[in-house]
């Protein structure tokens, strides 16, 4: 029967093993009593092995812990939390709470080799932001003793500061787990970028060319940061930071790319010494490659080129807010500029002074450069962001926050290829990545996804986010993600005239948490005393009894594979209340107090599922009746689950 039944795995996949069944997959003669024989391994790959005693590489203390740290498997789930989401039962985003180390696992089993982009703002390492709880125990036992306390105590975790010593290990033990993790997460063709300063810049790019390889490191961005020089712990003055970008595959990575392949070639508006005009743009018809604002009207013209915005002019998410006429010499009438528009062909305009551009479907690539900002490719500065949050939020609770133009940018310039890509961004802060992929896909027509994960961080009493009832940094986060979205379908409607496309701008929130099932908490550690009450404990129940049904679904979703944003309903069979994932797909009866009767099981089966999930202790220990489902099961080719 055994061989009729799956029994759903308790924890996220274990590297280590999964690692030596590929090598004795690839080298069986590696292999020796089921484990890796590491001399025989040296002898089959002789010259390509290196001299063990000296080599090249990244070495600190604690890197085969933070090593292990990535190793381990976890019984972690993810608890839904309906009430902070956003359309839960239509949206494909998702926003998780919890330690960014044990979600990342979490995430494997389905969403392996999945993510097109990762986007990460992690502790840049000043002494005062060093906010992870890594200590080398069981990471969730970590996790949940810090929140234990943050929720019960008020406290907060302690900052990395030099006088600890090991300043840039600890960093580096923070970071190494999460890159290794991260890295199995994305597609062949996929990309990671990672905001940085001078603090660990050098220890940065030395870790990710370890992690994904020296031929996968691709460039360092330039970013302006500042709009003016910050002298702060500086002989010379700061304007900028840096942008690490790193590719899964560097063979598989198509070129960086503002100007996508569907926008096509561009075509100037201006034409020195032709007659002026002036060419009127409707409200929403000009898509803007740089930051949002206000433009006062001005002569901008140069040289040869007469151009003069006569109104005012608001950018808003990433399009002109009202009309605006420009006078100038142009090259094309205000009819032709009204066929354009008509035929869903681009105007855009990038910098001031604007300099207008007819953009034909179909075109050539351009290679994009690596200097970010506001005047290259409209990627804005941290006060363009900090702004952004105010108007958003009210207040200013984030410091340096970064701006959704930057991250715009990055994401277009990897998914001009695919606007169905998933982005996640694992070090969420303000939520900008969120923001800016519905930015993007309210641009462009895209359906990106977002996945964010964000540690509930405490805020500090007696700071304006404290003072306006926020009490975690992910509670912001979600908010300003809210916001973004419904200022976003508010302007799509304007320009719509009034009718709203449906664009998915929700989230569905997760909690990172403990297993709901009793039975996986065990660990081999376990005293005496805590055995014999656990399995007391299981003679009760294997699931905790504060665990909803839907908690219980989401966890044996995820460790069968699954993703955090199927479609789920209720579904009544035989008086049973069931739940039925991907429009029947998968039935699942998670309800351990009312035993079903082999008739109802019976009519289940008839619903024809290709799986079918029954909580173990809906049986109440009757074998006979687990067994003639299992045989109900097998006559219509349906995949028999247990938990």
């Known amino acids: 029967m055994s061989d009729e039944i799956h029994e759903t795995p308790p924890t996220t996949p274990n590297f280590q093993t999964e690692l ?19 001399e025989k391994l040296k002898e089959l790959l002789d010259g390509d092995a290196a001299d063990g005693s000296e080599r090249f590489g990244l070495f600190w203390p604690g890197k085969k812990r933070a090593l292990r740290a990535a190793q381990e498997p976890t019984t972690a789930t993810l608890r839904p939390d309906i009430e902070n989401s956003k359309d839960w039962d239509t949206t494909k985003n998702v926003f998780i709470e919890g330690d960014n180390l044990e979600v990342l696992k979490v995430l494997q089993k389905h969403y392996h080799a999945k993510i097109k982009m990762i986007y990460i703002d992690p502790p840049y390492n000043t002494g005062n932001d060093f906010v992870y709880p890594d200590n080398f125990r069981e990471g969730l036992e970590t996790y949940l003793d810090w929140t234990r306390q943050v929720n019960e105590e008020g ?19 923070m970071m190494y787990p999460r890159l290794k993790l991260a890295r199995n997460l994305m597609t062949a063709d996929g990309v990671i970028f990672i905001s940085i300063d001078d603090n660990e810049i050098d220890n940065l790019s030395r870790l990710c060319k370890e992690v994904f390889g020296e031929d996968n490191f691709s460039t360092t961005f330039i970013r302006q940061k500042k709009k003016k020089p910050s002298f702060l712990h500086s002989n010379v003055g700061s304007m900028t930071e840096y942008v690490v970008c790193v590719t899964r595959n560097r063979r598989f990575t198509f070129p960086f790319s503002v100007d996508t392949t569907t926008a096509g070639k561009k075509y100037p508006l201006n034409n020195a010494g032709n007659s002026l005009g002036k060419l009127t743009f409707p409200a929403g018809s000009v898509r803007f490659v740089m930051a949002d604002g206000v433009v006062a009207p001005q002569d901008m013209s140069e040289g040869k080129i007469v151009t003069r915005l006569l109104d005012e002019l608001t950018i808003e998410d990433g399009f002109n807010k009202d009309a605006f006429t420009l006078e100038g010499e142009w090259r094309y009438s205000q009819s032709r500029v009204d066929e354009i528009l008509a035929a869903g062909e681009e105007i855009t305009i990038s910098k001031i002074p604007f300099r207008p551009n007819h953009v034909k479907v179909g075109g050539e690539v351009k290679k994009m450069h690596n200097l970010l900002t506001p005047d290259s490719y409209g990627a804005g500065t941290n006060e363009d962001g900090t702004e952004e949050v105010i108007k958003l939020l009210g207040g200013d609770y984030f410091d340096n926050p970064k701006p959704s133009s930057l991250l715009r ?13 998933i982005v996640l961004d694992f070090f969420a802060g303000s939520g900008t990545t969120a923001h800016a992929v519905m930015a993007l896909n309210a641009e462009d027509g895209g359906t990106r996804r977002s996945i964010l994960v964000q540690l509930p961080e405490p805020v500090v009493s007696g700071t304006d986010a404290y003072a306006a009832g926020y009490r975690t940094i992910s509670a912001i986060s979600r908010a300003r993600i809210k916001t973004a979205a419904l200022l976003l379908d508010a302007g799509r409607a304007d320009r719509l005239g009034g009718v709203n496309d449906l664009q998915d701008t929700g989230f569905r929130a997760y909690v990172l948490t403990d297993t709901n099932f009793s039975k996986w908490r065990v660990s081999s550690d376990i005293d005496r005393n805590e055995l014999e009450q656990h399995l007391f404990d299981l003679r009760e129940s294997s699931s905790a009894n504060e665990a909803s049904a839907d908690d219980l679904l989401s966890e044996i979703l995820l460790k069968q594979g699954y993703s955090l944003t199927e479609s789920i309903a209720d579904l009544d069979v035989a008086g049973l209340d069931l739940r039925s994932v991907g429009d029947g797909i998968v039935l699942a009866y998670l309800d351990e107090h009312v035993k079903p009767t082999l008739e109802q099981l019976r009519a289940i089966v008839d619903e024809d599922p290709s799986r079918l999930i029954v909580l173990e ?15 109900l099961c097998k006559s219509k080719g349906i995949e028999l689950w247990t938990a």
């Open 617 to 631: 202790d809906a049986f109440q220990g009757d074998d006979q009746l687990k067994t003639n489902l299992a045989q």
């Open 155 to 173: 406290k907060k975790l302690s900052s990395n500061a030099e006088t600890e010593g090991r300043y840039h290990s600890n960093w580096l033990n």
């Open 409 to 421: 940018v990055l994401v277009r310039a990897v998914t001009y290829d695919d606007p169905d890509a």
């Open 20 to 38: 030596a069944a590929q090598l004795a997959d690839l080298i069986p003669e590696a292999i020796a009593d089921g484990k890796v024989d590491v």
